[in-house]
T-cell receptor, first 114, second 115 residues
């Protein structure tokens, strides 16, 4: 069965440090992968997505993610964390289908310390 | 920028009551979704809707739940005879197509508390 696993429910970094949020997927068919961010008291906002074009995907707010098929991973990175990046981040996957249903990981809460 | 809007933002209801959560998807979108997020848990797919019918539903979406597109703009989720475990954030979402890889846009959610 297809699934998504996010390693680490909480990640804490200092302002200016590298952000690395991990996501691994399980799938027998080519996946389409997404990262969404949820700021406090807000909805889910798309950060970036992988749809089988370039394996390195750049998103909003300086985030990027690299699709690695050999590692079944789609980790999210940002070179330098900002206080405003504190939020919950969700990795999600969808597969060839006619509904576009997303399967979400458990989410990772990112804390940014001054 | 077009957005998905949801009402109410927060609703408290007594156990056993019926609740209707409302959503206005992005105007030119054709695929509509409801997801829920129980506090501290992952976001879970409930149902997808296209061409005035359910295209896919999860095992969570049993007879207690129903969806409707009563007019050209609204998309509703009805929960009958609410239970304590229905307390969650309910997200409406929409997409222009149902193709895998198409961006799905989410509303800000309706927080349902069943007491």
């Amino acid at each position: 069965a297809q699934s998504v696993t996010q390693l680490g429910s909480h990640v804490s970094v200092s302002e200016g440090a590298l952000v690395l949020l991990r996501c691994n997927y399980s799938s027998s068919v080519p996946p389409y992968l997404f990262w969404y961010v949820q700021y406090p008291n807000q909805g889910l906002q798309l950060l970036l997505k992988y749809t089988s074009a370039a394996t390195l995907v750049k998103g909003i707010n300086g985030f990027e993610a690299e699709f690695k098929k050999s590692e079944t991973s789609f980790h999210l990175t940002k070179p330098s964390a900002h206080m405003s990046d504190a939020a919950e981040y969700f990795c999600a996957v969808t597969f060839s289908s006619n509904t576009g249903k997303l399967i979400f990981g458990q989410g990772t809460t990112l804390q940014v310390k001054p | 920028e077009p957005e998905v809007t949801q009402t109410p933002s927060h609703q408290v209801t007594q156990m056993g009551q019926e609740v209707i959560l409302r959503c206005v998807p992005i105007s030119n979108h054709l695929y509509f979704y409801w997801y829920r997020q129980i506090l501290g848990q992952k976001v879970e797919f409930l149902v997808s809707f296209y061409n005035n019918e359910i295209s896919e539903k999860s095992e969570i979406f049993d007879d207690q739940f129903s969806v409707e597109r009563p007019d050209g703009s609204n998309f509703t989720l009805k929960i009958r005879s609410t239970k304590l475990e229905d307390s969650a954030m309910y997200f409406c979402a929409s997409g222009s197509t149902g193709m895998a890889g198409n961006t799905i846009y989410f509303g800000e959610g309706s927080w349902l508390t069943v007491v």
